[in-house]
Nanobody, 128 residues
């Protein structure tokens, strides 16, 4: 299993970035996908997730209305469109997958423990 995240960079507050994560080594179309982020000195936190069928998405409260997760099964890629970026969005962003077509109850898509494979991360820096 390989997950390759890219698209990070330096952006001013209020700007936008689109992160991409390209997957291989598993059945992407039948896998739940997620984005988490980790700021310096902090734990890895949930950002957004999309179900394997693409019909369900979930977002952390801090990014709801600003970030959009989507997937292109033909390209084995999951995206995170980030708008109205704030300095507090600065972090390394990781994509993760459970590599299974599992339907979670409640907030299961937010549970970091459900994701067993992770990409290397891409750094997003938002300047004020």
């Amino acid at each position: 299993v390989q997950l390759q995240a890219y698209g990070g960079g330096l952006v001013q507050a209020g700007g936008s970035l689109r992160l991409s994560c390209t997957a291989s080594g598993f059945t992407f179309s039948r896998s739940n996908m997620s984005w988490f982020r980790q700021a310096p000195g902090k734990k890895r936190d949930f950002v957004a997730a999309i179900s394997w069928g693409g019909s369900f998405t979930d977002y952390a409260e801090s990014v709801k209305g600003r970030f959009t997760i989507s997937r292109d099964n033909a390209k084995n890629t999951v995206y995170l469109q980030m708008n109205s970026l704030k300095p507090e969005d600065t972090a390394v962003y990781y994509c993760g997958t459970d590599a299974r077509a599992r339907t979670y109850s409640g907030y299961g898509l937010r549970n970091r423990g459900n994701y067993v494979y992770w990409g290397q991360g891409t750094l997003v820096t938002v300047s004020s």
